[in-house]
């Protein structure tokens, strides 16, 4: 039988809203159809995995905007726009950060995600479509994190280009993760009042984390005092980063993907961080399997 013709405009125009496109949040944080409270279908047209992959790709671009303000009413946190001294009608990018982030004297807990089509708030798009908000968002972490006394900073290290207009142009100081990180560290992170440090980091945010370690040496060193990453792809042998190779090994642990029940010890590469499992084999799964531990791990004394 043949697939029948689609006749529709191309690029196919969407609904802007959650709602238009016929779902909703339940009280449980799953994604479900309104009509039928169904979970989310990836083919809505059949066969045509172009027009159905497009879909997927506006809704979550919808989802991205609702973790956006999920993380205002939900978390509480405060959208902080970058550059400072932004002009008028230059791109912007923004991070998010608690109200006491730059005042709380005692702790920071710094959350970065990994690169794709994630945005702050998130560690997997597909995590929040087909299981739930909490398995895919940084919301159980930033409540737990402030219910625990943490002032809280979200980066938002994928964010590195705007629309002036017709086109994409490159955001000011934030047109790489790195150097979105960079920014947020050194006029925000920097002048926080917080004696220590911890930082979540996820995937690709080890890269940014271990980019941070490297440019911001001795201040990083005196006050991180915990790194937890999940399944980072962080890379301690090169040149740049052996100078906090040493220091990386006592402060970082990082729980990766693996069949072995959670906190089992894994094989660790020389001069790299403890790895440990995730009790997960999913990668962007690793986090919320690794919940509970990776808060046991900022809170216990660093290693000597």
């Known amino acids: 039988e043949e697939e029948e013709e689609d006749e529709g405009e191309w690029p196919p125009k969407f609904p802007t809203t959650l709602e238009g496109f016929g779902y909703t949040f339940n009280d449980k944080g799953q994604l479900r159809q309104t009509a039928n409270g169904e979970p989310f279908v990836f083919e809505v047209k059949k066969g045509n995995k172009a027009y159905n992959q497009k879909h997927y790709e506006a809704l979550g671009e919808i989802i991205t905007e609702k973790v956006y303000q999920l993380l205002e009413t939900e978390g509480g946190l ?12 230059e791109p912007l990018s923004f991070f998010f950060m608690s109200a006491d982030a730059m005042t709380n004297t005692d702790k920071l807990l710094v959350l970065i995600h990994g690169s794709g089509v994630v945005r702050a708030g998130q560690w997997s798009r597909r995590l929040i479509m087909n299981d739930c908000l909490d398995s ?21 290290t994928n964010r590195n280009r705007d629309m002036v207009g017709e086109k994409k142009v490159p955001i000011r100081h934030n047109s790489t993760p790195e150097q979105h990180a960079e920014y947020v560290w050194k006029h925000f992170v920097t002048k926080a009042k917080a004696r220590r440090v911890d930082i979540i980091a996820h995937s690709f945010g080890g890269v940014v984390a271990v980019s941070l370690a490297v440019n911001f040496a001795d201040e990083f060193q005196k006050r991180v005092h915990k790194i937890a990453f999940t399944d980072s ?30 906190n089992t010890t894994q094989t660790s590469f020389r001069g790299d961080v403890t790895r440990i499992s995730a009790g997960t084999t999913k990668h962007e799964e690793t986090s919320w399997s690794a919940f509970d531990s990776i808060f046991t791990h900022l809170a216990s004394p660093i290693a000597s």
Do not use: C
Not at 240 to 254: G, L, P, Y
């Open 78 to 89: 405060q959208r902080v726009f970058v550059p400072e001294n932004f002009k008028a009608k």
């Open 233 to 262: 792809v962080h890379d301690l042998d090169s040149f740049s980063a052996r100078k906090i190779r040493r220091w990386m090994t006592n402060h970082a642990v990082n729980w990766v993907s693996s069949p072995d029940p959670l």
């Open 136 to 156: 895919g968002t940084q919301l159980p972490f930033i409540k737990r994190a402030i219910s625990e006394g943490y002032g809280v900073m979200v980066l938002n």
